[in-house]
């Protein structure tokens, strides 16, 4: 029988690195757990992505860094950051392809109303003085601020949030208002 091999130092570290890991890993885990969860809103899936941050870790060389434990809570905060995004992204994706389901039956309906509606603000913007329609139409069309808008009209803020007050009530009426043209 042949005496085994004796083992080198690299084995040995790494062997050490990882029952290191395992130990602050686990020591971690119900903070990172809980730190996920107030962000995600959800136990099961804070742990589901706890138990990711781990697999990403053991799979992966061993990164040397001075304060493990503290370095796994920022990852585990990061990680909760990536799922809400991805989760908002693909509920906008989602949002954006799939139409309403009752919005299927009455698609030529819902047109001819929001035609109708589109008319009635655009005639409700027609009728405002012209610098109040300006303002609204540098903020609504082509985003600008209050501030801006303010400084390049040479006008207060305040006086851009009244004329942008003005413009979205005389938008709401006429939307209260029946179309022109149909019946009372």
Known sequence: MTPPEPEDNTGR?????????????????????????RRVGCRATA???????????????????????????????????????????????????QPEPDALGS??????????????????????????RHIFLLNRIHGRTYADIANVMGVSQSAVEKHMMRALEACKASLREPPSGAAP
């Open 107 to 132: 698609e030529p309906q819902a047109a001819l109303e929001a035609g109708n509606d589109l008319r009635q603000v655009e005639a409700a913007l027609r009728r405002l003085p012209e610098r109040t």
């Open 13 to 37: 570290e790494m062997r050490h690195g990882r029952a290191h890991f395992l130990q602050v890993f686990l020591s971690q885990r119900p903070q990172m757990e809980a730190l996920v969860s």
């Open 47 to 97: 742990a589901d992505l706890v138990q990711d941050l781990f697999l990403r870790f053991w799979r992966r060389p061993l990164v040397q860094v001075e304060e493990l434990g503290t370095y796994l809570l920022r990852c585990a905060g990061n990680i909760a950051i990536d799922h809400l995004r991805s989760e908002g992204s693909r509920g906008r994706v989602n949002q954006y392809w």
